[in-house]
Every structure is written in structure tokens, then in C-alpha cells.
């Protein structure tokens, strides 16, 4: 069996299989985790440290909803799109 590795090279480009948040509903703006994993080619890729969802803090994972949701609270949407 062949060994996964968490990064791979694609043409002088480092990857890596990762997964991505979904926007669900806008107001307050609610996310899910999508369950297919992509490849992310890192070279390329943008890094904003420290996004918190509504319930978390940094370094610590986000509670969900009870809806299943992760709330991005608006000032840290706002943030985020003024980093960007």
C-alpha cells in the first residue's frame, strides 16, 4: 500500500489535501466544514492567523451551533476582508 504524504509537489509547487469552510447563511454568517478534502497548493495559498468563530479562541477549536453552524461574528468578518 502506498504511503500518504501530507505534502506533495506539483511542478515546483508544494501541496497539501486540506478542507474548507462553507458558507450555510448570511446573517449571522454561519459556516460547515465541507467533508471532501482538495489540494491546496500552498505557494499560492493566503494565511490569516488567528480567525476566531463565535464560542472559540485562538489555538482552541470552535463550537458549533446549535444549528451545526460556526458563527463568524461580523466585526471579524470585517477584519478579515479589509486583511485581504
Request: proline share 5%; hydrophobic share 40%; no cysteine.
Amino acid at each position: 500500500m502506498a504511503r500518504r504524504r501530507p505534502f506533495a509537489s506539483l511542478v515546483g509547487h508544494a501541496a497539501a489535501a486540506g478542507r474548507r469552510r462553507v458558507l450555510h447563511q448570511r446573517s449571522p454568517r454561519g459556516y460547515r466544514l465541507a467533508e471532501e478534502k482538495r489540494l491546496v497548493v500552498v505557494n499560492t495559498m493566503i494565511r490569516l492567523p488567528n480567525v476566531i468563530f463565535s464560542g472559540g479562541a485562538v489555538g482552541k477549536a470552535p463550537r458549533e451551533s446549535r444549528s451545526g453552524l460556526h458563527i463568524l461574528e461580523e466585526d471579524m468578518y470585517n477584519l478579515l476582508s479589509e486583511s485581504v
